[in-house]
Every structure is written in C-alpha cells, then in structure tokens.
C-alpha cells in the first residue's frame, strides 16, 4: 500500500511539491488523479477481460511514470 508520500494530492505530498504553482506539476497530479479513478472502476468489476487487464497493467506503470516525473520536479526544486 502506498505512503501518503506516494499519492499526489496527499498533505504530505503537497509537503514535497514544488513551492510556485508550476503548471507541469499541476497537470501531472491531474493525470495520475485521473488513472487512478479509472483503475479504481477496473477494480470494481467482478471480472476483467483480457483487454480490461491489459488496460489495467498498462495503466499502473503510467502511474508509476507519472509518479517519477511528479518525484523529479520536486527534486529539481529542492535542489
């Protein structure tokens, strides 16, 4: 299960965000909002097709990437 470091929206990912609004950071936590609002209907199915699983899969490591991009930008402000 994720730390709330992991979900971007979380206080304490807001804690590691960059200072200024930056608009990268902003769309990046609306696109990985948005994925998981779709894998959490995916999980709410009693079944999945092939294609609703491949979807699934496909789904969780754009999050991941996301997630990276999201954790590097924080960085570079750090920084």
Do not use: C
Request: aromatic letters at 2%; hydrophobic letters at 40%.
């Amino acid at each position: 299960m994720a730390d709330a470091h992991d979900v971007p929206g979380s206080s304490a990912a807001a804690d590691a965000a960059p200072s200024r609004v930056d608009p990268r950071y902003q769309e990046l936590t609306r696109h990985h909002h948005s994925l998981d609002e779709r894998l959490h209907a995916l999980s709410a199915l009693a079944h999945l097709s092939d294609a609703q699983h491949l979807e699934e899969l496909t789904l969780k490591k754009r999050k991941l990437a996301i997630k990276d991009q999201i954790a590097a930008l924080s960085a570079a402000e750090r920084s």
